[in-house]
């Protein structure tokens, strides 16, 4: 299984960039995807999830949806400031056949910078 994030790069402030994030591999479903920022010198963060089935979520200028058919998660991101510079992670819990439970994968990570 592999978790794939693309679509960073350097924006303007005032910008936007829509981040993707795709599962591909051998499994039988995703379920909960999330979204981690890590800004340099600090601790990786949750930026937004969002669960197989749920509406996209929205909190203030992102929103985090998701392609379930594709298994596939987006970011957009809108007004991009400075302090939103980093490296955006993508997070699955991914159910492969012989495993009874869901297993938790990391996406290798996309860098967005922000200039002001």
């Known amino acids: 299984v592999q978790l794939q994030a693309f679509g960073g790069g350097l924006v303007q402030a005032g910008g936007s960039l829509r981040l993707t994030c795709t599962a591909s591999g051998r499994f039988v479903s995703v379920g909960l995807m999330s979204w981690y920022r890590q800004a340099p010198g600090k601790e990786r963060e949750m930026v937004g999830k969002v669960d197989n089935g749920d509406p996209p979520s929205v909190t203030g200028r992102f929103t985090i949806s998701r392609d379930n058919a594709q298994n596939t998660l987006f970011l957009q991101m809108n007004d991009l400031r400075p302090e939103d510079r980093g490296v955006y992670y993508c997070?699955?819990?991914?159910?492969?056949?012989?495993?009874?439970?869901?297993?938790?994968?990391w996406g290798q990570g996309t860098q967005v910078t922000v200039s002001s």
């Open positions: 997070n699955a819990n991914i159910k492969r056949h012989w495993r009874r439970d869901h297993d938790n994968f």
